[in-house]
């Protein structure tokens, strides 16, 4: 089974500020990887899918990047609606694990 | 509109079951892998179980393997989850997703849950 560790944690910062979110893999999983987003009494949101495509109607603010066990996600500016939690998920034959989450919180 | 929308949580005593459904609305829903997502309270999402839009492959996060079946009906546009021997640690809310195409794991639309709780 491939355990994703996504850091750090917690994650403060200002809007305006870059985030930068990390999720590995304990095996590759070449490209097969997605994020989301979740706000509180919210269901997730889908922000990228294969590692780097953003899903539609997702800002371009946010992307993807990384293949095999190493993958970032990168908010370029943040805005007062980004500050939730963030998942990311693996496709293992046909599983879908998630990562445990970072919280982005302002600073 | 795109919609999920589930149905048949509730609260139940372990070791009894219960049959979660979700409704599809608003897309050709044969076309598409469905899953089960659940959530414990304050905690982070866990992949249940999800199958292909054929139902051609099946697949079950390990804890729940041997209890929990999935199934679809095509033809009423629904997915099913059904849960036997249920523990506390099944205790969640349970989403219904739509996966990005037929053999997908990622998920593109989410219904709004439905809460089961295991207790006595």
């Known amino acids: 089974e491939i355990v994703l560790t996504q850091s750090p944690a917690t994650l403060s910062l200002s809007p305006g500020e870059r985030a930068t979110l990390s999720c590995r893999a304990s095996?590759?999983?070449?490209?097969?990887l997605a994020w989301y987003q979740q706000k509180p009494g919210q269901a997730p949101r889908l922000l990228i899918h294969?590692?780097?495509d953003r899903a539609t109607g997702i800002p371009a603010r946010f992307s993807g990047s990384g293949s095999g066990t190493d993958f970032t996600l990168t908010i370029s500016s943040l805005e007062p609606e980004d500050f939730a939690v963030y998942f990311c998920?693996?496709?293992?034959?046909?599983?879908?694990?998630f990562g445990q989450g970072t919280r982005v919180q302002i600073k | 509109e795109l919609q999920l929308v589930e149905s048949g949580g509730g609260l139940v005593e372990p070791g009894r079951s219960l049959r979660l459904s979700c409704a599809a609305s608003?897309?050709?829903?044969?076309?598409?892998?469905m899953h089960w997502v659940r959530q414990a309270p304050g905690k982070g999402l866990e992949w249940v179980s999800g199958?292909?839009?054929?139902?051609?492959?099946?697949g079950y996060v390990d804890s729940v393997k041997g209890r929990f079946t999935i199934s679809r009906d095509n033809a009423k546009n629904s997915l099913y989850l059904e849960m036997n021997s249920l523990r506390d640690d099944d205790t969640a809310l349970y989403y219904c997703?739509?996966?990005?195409?037929?053999?997908?794991?990622?998920?593109?639309?989410w219904g709004r849950g439905t809460l089961v709780t295991v207790s006595s």
């Open positions: 998920q693996l496709r293992d034959n046909w599983r879908g694990t």
């Open positions: 294969d590692a780097t």
């Open positions: 199958l292909t839009s054929n139902s051609d492959n099946i």
């Open positions: 095996q590759s999983v070449s490209s097969f």
């Open positions: 608003g897309f050709r829903f044969d076309d598409y892998a």
């Open positions: 997703a739509k996966g990005r195409h037929a053999i997908s794991v990622f998920l593109d639309l």
